[in-house]
């Protein structure tokens, strides 16, 4: 769960109850996997676009592919007659979609206004790995009021996710996985041997669609959802690697794209030098943000100390694996103590990870509030983001050596830090993959405006990524800033969702330079 103080975001029914909030030892943070979110002023105000909205099916949809929705009622919402849930056979390989299908399960939940209906809304979460469909469910808690009034919101499960034909792999060999950071050249091989034997137990139990995760074939399910629904274009509010998702759209079917938000963007043109500078410089930036709430608030369970050197020491400890988790007696690494630091940053519980670096300090057993750790044994969520991932991103990594320089350039970026955890972490569950949708510079030619709102600080999708991202789509491309700490940027303000609510229902894209003020926190 995203929460705010304003607004929560509520991840998928499943997903959400995998990823309860837990308080546990540090050492459980290991079983994260993260896929990877108050008073404008009056002038924000740009350009508008013409509003568009439903019409006739384009007559060349994906690949020629007729499908139909088998609407039912949602399960999970008896009581609301309006909200329907439904299932679409869809190609397991788009480049043969005479071959075997797979069932794609989506939600549409119906403007509150008929009269007043643009189209269509989808949303996409994310993960990657969340479910689309468990946000329709419950769009009325995520969305504004005037464009629940204004749209059809439909979500979908992804491909190999939750509803739509999971991702399955064996508990056994998931639980085997070495180390994320291995420390000599023989801990490297075993590590990339390890990923292809998982890579090949994930297939025999998943079948063919586990070759097939990538978000380019999510993109062409996307448009065989708007052919069936018969829109003639769709708006989109795509959230972190769901913006993938809508970057792929846009660039495969320009003219089918009304709008499209990307909220903490994923840029996709990066090669694996600036994959991991750029998520360990963005990191170290959040923790300095940390440390300068700490000095100037008092309750703060660290005011009056030097935070960074306290933090220091702690990496000193864990090197010489005297820094131990006293829950379980199992000593915390530079990655574990990094990625329990991470966690915080994505809502920005300061307090929190003031009170766990106290407590590591002291010896005393920390406890980490963590929403991303699985907490009842499926691994959905972790089965999914290996495939999927490892298929959109090329981070080819050559031996020992070269991962070595890797985590010395991120070092270098990230003194305290010391990297990005994210790009440790799948830099390593990605050794040895061939991606089939690699990273390329941006090549979209929609007559639609599009908007790109990130957090100045995130620890997911840096602010320096969607700055490149909006430069690469040219005068497409408008971006606002929120000039807070977080992932997820729409629901933290007043601010921010107006600005997203505006031009989703009109277009209106902000002058140059747009930002809103951080939330306090």
């Not at 305290?416 to 390329?440: D, E, K, Y």
């Amino acid at each position: 769960m995203l929460t705010t103080k304003r607004t929560t975001f509520r991840h998928p029914r499943g997903v959400a109850r995998r990823r309860r909030r837990l308080l546990g030892s540090l050492s459980a943070v290991v079983a994260v996997l993260v896929a990877v979110s108050l008073n404008a002023p009056p002038s924000l105000a740009g350009t508008t676009a013409t509003a568009g909205g439903a019409g006739p099916v384009a007559a060349d949809t994906t690949g020629g592919w007729n499908g139909r929705i088998d609407w039912q009622a949602c399960p999970e919402q008896p009581d609301d007659p309006g909200t329907r849930c439904g299932t679409l056979r869809l190609p397991v390989d788009w480049a043969r979609p005479g071959g075997e299908t797979f069932p794609l399960a989506l939600a549409r939940r119906p403007a509150t206004d008929p009269a007043a209906r643009i189209g269509v809304l989808v949303f996409n979460p994310g993960g990657p790995g969340l479910s689309g469909v468990d946000v329709a469910l419950t769009a009325a808690s995520q969305l504004g009021p005037d464009v629940l009034r204004r749209f059809d919101i439909v979500g979908f499960d992804p491909r190999g996710t939750v509803r739509s034909a999971p991702v399955r792999c064996s508990s056994e060999l998931l639980g085997q996985h070495p180390s994320l950071t291995p420390a000599n050249a023989a801990e490297f091989e075993r590590l990339r041997t390890y990923n292809r034997q998982l890579r090949d137990d994930c297939r025999a139990h998943s079948g063919p669609l586990f070759d097939h995760l990538d978000s380019v074939s999510v993109a062409r399910d996307t448009d065989a959802i708007r052919a069936a629904l018969g829109e003639r274009q769709l708006s989109f509010y795509q959230w972190s690697y769901g913006t993938l998702i809508g970057q792929s759209y846009a660039e495969l079917f320009p003219d089918r794209v009304r709008a499209l938000v990307m909220d903490s963007v994923m840029d996709h043109s990066q090669g694996v030098r600036e994959y991991f500078r750029s998520g360990a410089a963005s990191n170290e930036a959040l923790f300095h943000e940390f440390v300068t709430w700490c000095e100037r608030n008092s309750g703060c369970a660290l005011h009056g100390r030097d935070v960074p050197a306290l933090y220091d020491q702690l990496m000193r400890r864990a090197d010489a694996g005297t820094l131990v988790d006293t829950a379980t007696g199992t000593p915390l690494t530079w990655f574990l103590l990094g990625f329990a630091t991470f966690v915080n940053f994505f809502d920005a519980t300061w307090a929190d990870l003031a009170n766990m670096l106290l407590a590591l300090d002291r010896g005393e057993p920390a406890s980490l509030a963590s929403p991303m750790v699985p907490v009842d044994g499926d691994n959905d969520l972790t089965e999914y983001a290996l495939p999927a991932f490892c298929q959109d991103w090329s981070l080819p990594i050559d031996g020992f050596a070269d991962w070595n320089r890797y985590l010395e350039l991120s070092r270098a970026a990230a003194p305290h830090l010391r990297a990005s955890p994210l790009a440790v972490r799948f830099g390593a569950i990605c050794l040895g993959w061939t991606a089939t949708n690699p990273q390329h510079q941006l090549r979209v030619r929609t007559s639609a405006p599009l908007l790109v709102l990130n957090g100045r600080y995130d620890p997911a999708t840096p602010y320096d990524g969607a700055q490149r991202v909006v430069r690469q789509l040219g005068s497409r491309g408008h971006l606002v800033t929120y000039e807070g700490s977080g992932h997820a940027s729409y629901p933290r303000t007043e601010c921010t969702r107006r600005q997203v609510d505006r031009y989703l229902i009109t277009r209106t894209t902000p002058p140059t330079g747009a930002s809103c003020p951080a939330a306090p926190v």
